[in-house]
């Protein structure tokens, strides 16, 4: 009964402290990790064992992106539609987490010194877990063409050593 009892209570810790979204679990190791692209009939790859790139690479179609520590998940990315997705991402989170934090950050452009694209992040903290949803506008230059396009994502993220920003 007091095995039963410890059990329980390190599985509920555990199960508080994670995200798990998309099919993909904090906490899943890489060969977890590649069973579940090859499912989805993707591939995963990672040059420094740490960040991770999952989707139909041969295409060069990159469905997200994952950070590993210690052998297991703990950072979830992807891209979101930001016309179709990101407005219903953002009202399922304000109903689930209530208020964000807001950080406005300015990322320099390095092809064009002095220029900045803005970004905006909101972040909620749930336990252990942060949940950051992001958005960028478009960017053109002094013609008016195109040079970046708006994009909008989410990340999840658990507190781990290998994420010094959290």
């Known amino acids: 009964m007091k095995l039963l009892a410890c059990t329980l209570a390190v599985l509920f810790a555990t199960s508080a402290h994670a995200f798990n979204v998309d099919g993909i679990r904090s ?12 499912r989805q009939g993707w591939q995963l790859k990672s040059g420094d064992g740490l960040n991770y790139i999952m989707g139909k690479l041969d295409q060069q179609q990159i469905d997200s992106s994952l950070t590993v520590c210690n052998g297991i998940v703990v950072n979830y990315y992807r891209s979101i539609d930001p016309d ?16 964000p934090t807001v950080v406005v950050r300015r990322l ?59």
Not at 84 to 98: E, H, I, Q, R, W
Not at 148 to 163: E, L, P, Q, W
């Open 27 to 38: 906490g899943m190791s890489v060969q977890e990790l590649s069973t579940h692209a090859t």
């Open 84 to 99: 179709v997705d990101y407005t219903n991402v953002l009202s399922d989170m304000l109903d689930k987490y209530g208020q």
């Open 108 to 166: 320099p452009v390095y092809q064009a010194p002095g220029q900045y694209i803005p970004e905006v992040f909101l972040k909620w903290y749930s336990q252990g877990d942060r949940i950051s949803l992001s958005t960028s506008p478009e960017s053109r230059d002094g013609q008016g063409a195109l040079r970046f396009k708006r994009g909008a994502s989410i990340a999840y993220t658990v507190r781990s050593t290998c994420i010094k920003d959290f």
